[in-house]
């Protein structure tokens, strides 16, 4: 067998993360600014990985790892192969943690190069069933919207067990993703949100269905050019996370200097507590000038993107 490559990008939530766990819709963009590189090669002898967090062999790979490691096992089972005889090397530059997708991409380049290694065909279902697997571990009961943006490589519209549906943006939209510095666990936060519900349903569900009617009406913002409404529902969306506990000092602080600055919305971005924002910006200037404050205001990385119809 030769060496076998599989890439995955990133991914953005736009709006709605959280509530999409519980029914509601959210939308998701690609996010190609970083990736995730797996390489697969011929080593004898059982399954060693390589990663920035452990190298060795997977049986004594550590908790962090389990999700990748089960996926590993999940894939060549499902080829009807042993699992053993290759190392797979893991190349990221998706900051863990940060709500940018990096568990899903993770999985679904590793899914990807072990069929290319094996030589195996996959259908569209084979990569998102294994790579959910993955997500169980990292998210408890994902929503699985992180694998179908991934894989998809256009804005989607999601809905649990909906068929999937894109979304074609309208004139060009300049958003800034800035990370707050502090990694954010989306299992924890999920798990807060459904325990909330838990105890105060009625109250938590009125939050809920609320993001649910923001999203639909952002979706509208998004195909009818809406920047200001847009950025309005944005805004709308991260009071309502606050209110869900998912928000953090680290978050709120940039989230309010972007929109001091001038930003037209501004929230946080997948799991929260920790992890990233992202900001609207009014135009591309002025996106370039919200970057470089941003940066200057202490976040620990800061990524301008256009999102346009292409
Ligand atoms: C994480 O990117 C988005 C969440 O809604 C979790 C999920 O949908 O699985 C927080």
């Given at each position: 067998?030769?060496t076998?490559?599989?890439?995955?990008?990133?991914?953005?939530?736009?709006?709605?993360?959280?509530?999409?766990?519980?029914?509601?819709?959210?939308?998701?963009?690609?996010?190609?600014?970083?990736?995730?590189?797996?390489i697969v090669d011929y080593v004898?002898?059982?399954?060693?990985?390589?990663?920035?967090?452990?190298?060795?062999?997977?049986?004594?790979?550590?908790?962090?790892?389990?999700?990748?490691?089960?996926?590993?096992?999940?894939?060549?089972?499902?080829?009807?192969?042993?699992?053993?005889?290759f190392m797979?090397?893991?190349?990221?530059?998706?900051?863990?943690?940060?709500?940018?997708?990096?568990?899903?991409?993770?999985?679904?380049?590793?899914?990807?190069?072990?069929?290319?290694?094996?030589?195996?065909?996959?259908?569209?279902?084979?990569?998102?069933?294994?790579?959910?697997?993955?997500?169980?571990?990292?998210?408890?009961?994902?929503?699985?919207?992180?694998?179908?943006?991934?894989?998809?490589?256009?804005?989607?519209?999601?809905?649990?067990?909906?068929?999937?549906?894109?979304?074609?943006?309208?004139?060009?939209?300049?958003?800034?993703?800035?990370?707050?510095?502090?990694?954010?666990?989306?299992?924890?936060?999920?798990?807060?949100?459904?325990?909330?519900?838990?105890?105060?349903?009625?109250?938590?569900?009125?939050?809920?269905?609320?993001?649910?009617?923001?999203?639909?009406?952002?979706?509208?913002?998004?195909?009818?050019?809406?920047?200001?409404?847009?950025?309005?529902?944005?805004?709308?969306?991260?009071?309502?996370?606050?209110?869900?506990?998912?928000?953090?000092?680290?978050?709120?602080?940039?989230?309010?200097?972007?929109?001091?600055?001038?930003?037209?919305?501004?929230?946080?971005?997948?799991?929260?507590?920790?992890?990233?924002?992202?900001?609207?910006?009014?135009?591309?200037?002025?996106?370039?000038?919200?970057?470089?404050?941003?940066?200057?205001?202490?976040?620990?990385?800061?990524?301008?993107?256009?999102?346009?119809?292409?």
């Open positions: 067998e030769q076998a490559i599989g890439i995955a990008h990133s991914k953005l939530i736009l709006i709605g993360e959280h509530a999409v766990v519980h029914g509601q819709p959210a939308i998701a963009i690609p996010f190609p600014l970083v990736g995730v590189e797996s004898p002898g059982p399954v060693q990985i390589n990663s920035t967090f452990y190298t060795g062999p997977i049986e004594s790979a550590p908790e962090s790892l389990e999700g990748v490691v089960t996926c590993i096992k999940e894939t060549t089972s499902h080829m009807q192969l042993p699992c053993e005889d797979i090397r893991i190349k990221s530059s998706i900051p863990p943690g940060k709500g940018l997708g990096s568990s899903a991409s993770v999985a679904i380049a590793v899914v990807k190069s072990l069929f290319a290694f094996f030589g195996e065909k996959y259908t569209e279902q084979n990569l998102l069933d294994l790579s959910n697997i993955s997500e169980t571990y990292a998210h408890g009961v994902p929503s699985g919207i992180d694998t179908l943006t991934i894989t998809s490589g256009s804005p989607v519209w999601y809905e649990k067990d909906e068929p999937i549906n894109f979304i074609t943006p309208e004139g060009d939209f300049h958003f800034i993703v800035a990370d707050s510095g502090r990694v954010g666990d989306t299992r924890s936060a999920v798990e807060s949100v459904a325990s909330l519900l838990k105890s105060a349903p009625r109250r938590i569900q009125h939050k809920l269905d609320r993001i649910g009617e923001i999203t639909h009406r952002a979706r509208n913002a998004l195909e009818t050019a809406s920047k200001h409404l847009l950025g309005q529902m944005l805004n709308e969306a991260q009071r309502e996370l606050e209110a869900l506990g998912v928000s953090d000092a680290g978050l709120n602080r940039l989230i309010y200097f972007a929109r001091q600055e001038g930003a037209l919305g501004a929230k946080l971005t997948g799991g929260g507590n920790g992890g990233c924002i992202i900001a609207l910006a009014r135009n591309e200037v002025h996106s370039r000038q919200l970057a470089e404050k941003l940066r200057k205001f202490g976040a620990n990385a800061v990524w301008p993107f256009v999102l346009r119809n292409n």
